[in-house]
């Protein structure tokens, strides 16, 4: 009984993250036959068809069913979910100019070892304008993140 509560409890807390994300099952035939639609059902539906079907790496090796195989993995949904759930400890970070919160963020930036002063820098400059934003959710406070980094010369060749 224990185990089927937690396991209830680990599936209701990745739930807020599916809402935040709405990037489509990837490629495949199901996501060519629900294509246009949205939503967690049509999205299940066309993931269950590329899944059931394995068609996803012939897509990927072919490049056809929309898969491209020169696309790039991003961590922008980590991301999201990391500030959305961090935001109360990721602002006093940003505060003191880092922190392992921070440091988690820039590790999820992918941002190198030699760079990450910098990041940390950056985010203790521009932390009231990231708090600021960051009253509109957690993507926005990294859509100001990213513009931040843009303009930085050292960061902005890992902003996306």
Not at 23 to 31: D, R
Not at 73 to 98: H, I, K, P, T, Y
Not at 117 to 136: H, I
């Amino acid at each position: 009984m224990k185990k089927a509560a937690l396991s209830l409890a680990l599936a209701a807390s990745a739930l807020p993250g599916f809402a935040l994300a709405d990037n489509g099952p990837g490629c495949g035939i199901g996501t060519q036959i629900f294509k246009g639609q949205s939503g967690l059902f049509a999205h299940t539906l066309a993931a269950t068809t590329n899944g059931s079907t394995f068609n996803q790496l012939f897509g990927l090796t072919s490049g056809t069913l929309d898969c491209n195989p020169a696309n790039v993995v991003s961590n922008e949904f980590e991301r999201v979910n990391f500030v959305a759930a961090n935001l109360d400890n990721l602002s006093q970070e940003m505060a003191q100019g880092g922190g392992s919160h921070v440091q988690a963020l820039a590790a999820l930036y992918d941002i190198a070892p030699a760079d990450r002063a910098q990041f940390y820098e950056l985010t203790q400059r521009e932390m009231p304008q990231l708090l600021d934003s960051s009253k509109n959710g957690a993507q926005a406070l990294l859509v100001s993140l990213n513009t931040a980094m843009n303009a930085d010369p050292v960061l902005a060749k890992y902003s996306r």
